[in-house]
T-cell receptor, first 117, second 113 residues
Framework: GAGVSQSPSNKVTEKGKDVELRCDPI?????LYWYRQSLGQGLEFLIY????????KSGLPSDRFSAERTGGSVSTLTIQRTQQEDSAVYLC???????????????FGPGTRLTVL | DQQVKQNSPSLSVQEGRISILNCDYT??????FLWYKKYPAEGPTFLIS?????DKNEDGRFTVFLNKSAKHLSLHIVPSQPGDSAVYFC????????????FGEGTQLTVNP
């Protein structure tokens, strides 16, 4: 597809379970980002990948959160031992990356709505 | 520390009139600013951007103005259409990191027919 895709679109889980969220960036985009939007809150940065490396993971809220990116493409965000405060919409974005002459525009996927019961 | 602020949570305008959405920032090192539109249950959609070396960028009905001395930017939509009703987010990026977007809280725009 032409845009960023994310799966699943909705995920309901029980407190304490692990979840994996997937992001497929736009083809050719070397930079990939994860954000989240909790209810009534703004968009909060989580982690940034350039290729398969994560030079900025400072937004991850706890060590229960981790992410990886393989082949410079698909990324997975994993939340272990989910808590109710993890409930949010998790958004993935991609861009051509800072090496591409300043093409900073990030394009977002539709998000995964995570509900932790 | 909210580095990007949108002080108006909502704005209501009549169809055909101008919508002006405002954004203030505190970090003078930001060098690129973007506006996104978000409908419910969808991801943000990129609208328009501006480099810090410019003071205006125009794309169709959308114009973004940047006042660096005041650390203020605004998005003008003329003429406003009912389909423009959405949440608008202002975002900023540090060129040195080329990484995260720092977002404002968003402004809900409602365009009444």
């Amino acid at each position: 597809g032409a845009g960023v895709s994310q799966s699943p679109s909705n995920k309901v889980t029980e407190k304490g379970k692990d979840v994996e969220l997937r992001c497929d960036p736009i083809s050719g985009h070397t930079a990939l980002y994860w954000y989240r939007q909790s209810l009534g809150q703004g968009l909060e940065f989580l982690i940034y990948f350039q290729g398969n490396s994560a030079p900025d993971k400072s937004g991850l809220p706890s060590d229960r959160f981790s992410a990886e990116r393989t082949g410079g493409s698909v990324s997975t965000l994993t939340i272990q031992r989910t808590q109710q405060e993890d409930s949010a919409v998790y958004l993935c974005a991609s861009s051509l990356g800072p090496a591409s002459g300043g093409a900073y525009t990030q394009y977002f996927g539709p998000g995964t709505r995570l509900t932790v019961l | 520390d909210q580095q990007v602020k949108q002080n108006s949570p909502s704005l209501s305008v009549q169809e055909g009139r101008i919508s002006i959405l405002n954004c203030d920032y505190t970090n003078s090192m930001f060098d690129y600013f973007l506006w996104y539109k978000k409908y419910p249950a969808e991801g943000p959609t990129f609208l328009i951007s501006i480099s810090s070396i410019k003071d205006k960028n125009e794309d169709g009905r959308f114009t973004v103005f940047l006042n660096k001395s005041a650390k203020h930017l605004s998005l003008h939509i003329v003429p406003s259409q009912p389909g423009d009703s959405a949440v608008y987010f202002c975002a900023a990026i540090l060129g040195t990191s080329g990484s995260r977007l720092t977002f404002g809280e968003g402004t809900q725009l409602t365009v009444n027919p």
